[in-house]
């Protein structure tokens, strides 16, 4: 994970929204308890996502890849009244961990969580989505594309979160290293893709934002 200096990083967050209890709680209790805590999305891209939803103003998210449900809930911030959130996690040992918070954020009948595989449910979800946000397995990132890719509006957003890779994505990847075949894959496609414009943020590890226009 990319990394801005501390001091400019400290200075950027006293000069944004303070974040809130329960998300200064949850970012805490993930970085005492889970092993990978750096995978927290974190105040900084938190306030983005949710500045982001806010902006798109979406009544139907696709988050894939809830870790411990930061993301989520900052997304759903922004929803309509009457909107919702499907959130995808394959690790179910994180569930009830994430809907702690969900609770404590008072978005329990706002998030909907699905356990299991991205691939198989993605099929099962008979909406149309305004905002997706993927950020899970690396190595699924182009699958999980193309299988979500009809069920986004035209004019609709989907974010790729880490998609440079700590770097890795000027290197030629080791012959083991699926997770960054499989970002440079997505990027690879998502660049060629006619049917959308696209930006990448260089922040944290990289976000990829594609506005969708057309089928």
Known sequence: MMQLPLELEN??????????????RLNRD???KMVNGRMCS?????SLLTFLSK?????????IGTYTGYSAICLAKGLQPGGQLHTIEINDELELFAQKYFREAGLENTIIQHIGDSSEIIQTLNKTFDLVFIDADKRKYLDDYQLLFPKVRIGGIIIADNTLWSGKVTEEPA??????QGILAFNDFVKNDNRVETTIL????????????SE
Do not use: F, W
């Open 11 to 24: 200075y950027i967050l006293s000069h944004i929204g303070a974040e809130d209890q329960v998300l200064a």
């Open 42 to 46: 974190g105040h900084l891209q938190g």
């Open 202 to 213: 260089p922040l944290r590890d990289g976000m990829t934002m594609l506005r969708k226009i």
């Open 55 to 63: 902006l798109i103003s979406p009544y139907s998210i696709l988050e």
């Open 175 to 180: 012959v083991n290293d699926t997770q960054t």
């Open 30 to 32: 993930t970085h005492a």
